[in-house]
Nanobody
Framework: QVQLVESGGGLVQPGGSLRLSCAAS????????MNWYRQAPGKQRELVAS???????NYVDSVKGRFTISRDNAKKTVYLQMNSLKPEDTAQYYC???????????????WGQGTQVTVSS
């Protein structure tokens, strides 16, 4: 079974930085898109950043210039470097990836359990 595990969340002051990591494991043939979502209490989950297997990157407008998404294919890991954090960035951050399973033989979306990011003074 394919699994995604996030790490790197925590409490940080406004203007601070955090780096989130999401490592994929299991019977994986290929990882296509890798994404970071976030969901604040009482709000809908939103796509924050995405990176394709070819390295094409997109960000939601609210994080452009502050967040950087990257991936290490050898480690099957996607990162989200978050700088100049604001209180409105506070949310549960979820890793999502489009993965072709070696055992299942089909491509599907997988989700991590999430990691909490709290930006507060």
């Amino acid at each position: 079974q394919v699994q995604l595990v996030e790490s790197g969340g925590g409490l940080v002051q406004p203007g601070g930085s955090l780096r989130l990591s999401c490592a994929a494991s299991g019977s994986i043939f290929m990882i296509n898109d890798m994404n970071w979502y976030r969901q604040a209490p009482g709000k809908q989950r939103e796509l924050v950043a995405s990176i394709t297997q070819f390295g094409r990157i997109n960000y939601v407008d609210s994080v452009k210039g502050r967040f950087t998404i990257s991936r290490d294919n050898a480690k099957k890991t996607v990162y989200l470097q978050m700088n100049s954090l604001k209180p409105e960035d506070t949310a549960q951050y979820y890793c999502n990836a489009v993965i072709q399973s070696r055992s299942y033989g089909a491509t599907s979306h997988y989700w991590g359990q999430g990691t909490q990011v709290t930006v507060s003074s």
